[in-house]
């Protein structure tokens, strides 16, 4: 802002309320009292809390947004594209990699003209994986032909959430509008904040929806969107949008003045402290500037005359206010929370470096410092340390050192940690004791397995001292499963509870080759592992044992947003097993609900009040899609029934070696967002089993075989049963919710007797 929290004005035009929330929370109540329409989102911290707000305060009935959840960022960005070009108002926030998933989709909605806002909360890009703030996220957005506003605190990112869909749909913009604010540092840190007290305040303010544009809403009026282009017709769109991104920057001015009469709070192009004579400055983006500003305070009363300037709006870029700022400043470090590699500073250093080229009589000499990647914190101390170095290269009148990392530590080889488990490979993993034989007859495997405690001698694949919750059932699961399988294997983990807890650097729980990579493509990442793997083998550059097993771990959703990438790893048929852990949420990043959460289940996107009760559709049964694909093998599997997994797991290594790709499924507990006891894990999951919401079977070389059956077994409950263990669901077992239990009831039974004709029946 361009003054001080402490200091805003009270000359408001509407009544306005104090409250003390973080910038995510006041993201969402901006959107709530707006009233979108749509918003498409996917869950990715430290953005997601936006989406857990507005869940939850359209369960207390209090805003009509609908709220959609994709199967990915690329498919939310797809959702609000679609929605706004029917003219509607459209909501969405991302992170990190979430943004890069739908980085090719912005340019579509820019440049076909369709008006929206997005909350970037900015956070690091893997890889390696880190999901705290820099900017490195908002770098990638730059071109993207978005007008990008930046918001230093709570207060900034509720005003500017409400300013920028004015701006968005101003018929001289037309474009769409991100708000990018610092993850943990602003999304997450409350502060005081002053808000309006009548939602319709804030209505009027951003006016009546547009409907003059030409939107795929009326049959009467048909319209295409998005016609292909020759390069004649493209320069002259892009010309239009480029004109319609310049006048955004006078745009933003109005509105931004008549926002400052209905609020009291005034957000310039710049903020700029105390620049008014200032001869050293900082350039920071958002909340580092408000670090800035004390270190400014106390070199003023030394007699240095510092400042500090900050942009509210970076695309367009302030070039001209910038030349006006810096006049008379003898010297200006930049300091930039992401780098542009290679290229000897980062973006906005060379895009200042530029603006200041416009101006002959300008002598400012400019220093670059990428600084707080990965969430590193910037304090006072550091930005003092910033102001030396400005203050050096003012009294030299050059700067020694153009461009450099502030706040890396050069390695240290005498503390290099040593080693703590030896590598077991091989033969320790092989206890001889698994017999598996083909019946080419009925074109099926037959395993014969040991007692279970004579498998115990096997050493465990992954070693004690990771981070998992208390109970939480995937370790046990994974062994459960590895058990069963002989010999080294190379596993991938996809992003999720099961790698972060495991993988915190510069410490590592796996006892064998472990690679990670992104939910979108764990499958596509192992199989080119495998197949380079076997093309090195076969040209005799490696000496390897020939039957290591490659498995890819997935979960926490990952057969959501990485579904296309596991089909078309199974079409291909590569030698792979791909295992998912089954916890029922998107549980890395906070309990939200994925595909696989039951129908009614609550979740922190699927809360439960007067306006609704949990989630709203039924889970995805990702073992049967699978089964579709016709691979030679698929089953499903719990730690409640260890001999019926172990014999999977055998079956499945067996299948992964001489067939093709095989996947499964195993169900695991998560008592941390099922609200349930760590006790009653395997007693929950047993429970899944023999109420028939978690049938255990498998579908080898395409014929359906149930494994278990709870009814023939006489050990068949009903689904109450089950459902009284969690209290995620304790509401579907009161009265008033009795007809949703008991559409619960009809599917589950509808499921479960398709899969009993497939059993009797091998041509289904």
């Excluded at 579904?563 to 078309?568: D, R």
């Amino acid at each position: 802002m361009s003054i001080l929290e402490e200091n805003l004005t009270t000359m408001t035009a509407a009544e306005q309320l104090t409250t003390f929330e973080s910038g995510n929370e006041m993201a969402a109540m901006a959107a709530a009292q707006i009233n979108y329409h749509i918003m498409g989102y996917f869950p990715i911290t430290p953005s997601t809390e936006i989406a857990q707000f507005l869940d939850q305060m359209k369960s207390r009935g209090e805003h009509d947004i609908k709220l959609i959840p994709a199967d990915g960022e690329h498919g939310s960005a797809g959702i609000c594209y679609g929605a706004a070009a029917t003219g509607a108002r459209v909501f969405n926030a991302t992170s990190a990699n979430g943004l890069m998933y739908m980085l090719e989709q912005l340019p579509v909605q820019s440049g076909t003209r369709y008006p929206m806002v997005m909350n970037l909360v900015t956070r690091s890009i893997s890889g390696p994986l880190d999901i705290r703030g820099d900017h490195s996220d908002l770098y990638f957005a730059l071109n993207t032909g978005w007008v990008i506003l930046t918001a230093r605190t709570p207060q900034a990112v509720y005003d500017m959430n409400i300013m920028a869909l004015k701006i968005a749909e101003h018929s001289d913009v037309r474009l769409p509008v991100m708000v990018a604010y610092d993850g943990f540092f602003t999304s997450h840190q409350k502060r005081k904040v002053n808000y309006f007290k009548d939602r319709a305040v804030v209505q009027k303010f951003v006016g009546e929806t547009p409907t003059e544009y030409n939107f795929a809403r009326d049959p009467k009026k048909p319209v295409t969107i998005g016609a292909h282009m020759n390069g004649d017709d493209l320069i002259n769109n892009h010309f239009q949008q480029s004109e319609a991104m310049y006048k955004a920057k006078d745009v933003y001015k109005e509105v931004a003045a008549e926002y400052a009469e209905l609020s009291g709070r005034n957000y310039g192009i710049l903020d700029l402290y105390k620049m008014e004579d200032a001869e050293v400055a900082l350039f920071l983006l958002n909340s580092a500037a408000e670090s800035a500003k004390d270190v400014v305070d106390k070199l003023r009363e030394k007699g240095i005359k510092a400042g500090v300037i900050s942009p509210n709006i970076i695309r367009p870029f302030p070039a001209q206010e910038i030349r006006d700022a810096l006049a008379n400043v003898k010297s200006l470090l930049v300091g930039e929370r992401a780098d542009s590699y290679g290229g000897h500073g980062p973006n906005l250093t060379h895009e200042i470096k530029s603006a200041l080229q416009e101006d002959k009589n300008n002598t400012t000499i400019v220093l670059s410092r990428v600084f707080g990647l990965g969430g590193k914190d910037f304090y006072a101390d550091d930005a003092e340390a910033f102001f030396t170095m400005a203050i050096d290269a003012m009294e030299k009148g050059y700067a020694q050192k153009p461009f450099d990392y502030y706040g890396h530590i050069p390695g240290d080889k005498e503390i290099t940690l040593k080693q703590v488990i030896e590598p077991q490979h091989g033969d320790v993993y092989k206890s001889g004791l698994i017999q598996i034989t083909r019946d080419d007859e009925k074109n099926k495997l037959n395993v014969k397995i040991p007692p279970l405690r004579s498998l115990t001698t096997k050493p465990k694949r992954i070693a004690s001292g990771h981070g998992a919750c208390p109970g939480c059932g995937i370790f046990g699961g994974l062994e459960l499963f590895f058990k069963g399988i002989e010999g080294d294997i190379v596993v991938l983990f996809q992003t999720g509870c099961a790698y972060v807890v495991t993988t915190a650097y510069p410490h590592t729980s796996h006892k064998q080759t472990t690679i990670h990579n992104l939910f979108q493509n764990g499958a596509a990442t192992l199989s080119g592992t495998l197949e380079a793997f076997l093309e090195l083998k076969r040209r005799g550059e490696i000496e390897v044992s020939a039957d290591a097993t490659f498995v890819m771990v997935t979960g926490d959703g990952g057969m959501d947003i990485g579904m296309g990438s596991a089909i078309g790893t199974a079409l291909r048929g590569h030698k792979l097993i791909m295992l998912e852990y089954d916890n029922e949420g998107y549980m890395n990043t906070g309990s939200q609900l994925s595909y696989s959460t039951p129908f009614g289940h609550m979740t922190s996107t699927s809360n439960v009040g007067k306006a609704q009760k949990g989630k709203a559709f039924h889970h995805k049964d990702t073992a049967q899609i699978m089964a579709s694909t016709n691979i030679p093998y698929v089953f499903t599997g719990t730690e409640a029934f260890p001999q019926d997994l172990v014999k999977k797991a055998a079956k499945a290594q067996w299948y992964a070696q001489n067939v093709g790709t095989v996947y499964g499924k195993l169900l695991i507990t998560c008592p941390l967002n099922w609200k349930s006891e760590d006790r009653y894990g395997q007693t929950i999951v047993e429970a899944a089993v023999n109420s028939n919401f978690f049938p255990l079977y498998e579908v080898e070389e395409g014929i359906t075989n149930i494994t278990y059956d709870p009814e023939v077994k006489n050990k068949k409950i009903p689904l109450a049963e089950w459902l009284k263990y969690m209290g995620k669901t304790k509401h579907l077992l009161k009265e008033e919710n009795s007809e949703m239990l008991a559409e619960f009831e009809r599917e589950v039974e509808k499921r479960w007797q398709r899969l009993k004709a497939k059993h009797d029946n091998e041509y289904l």
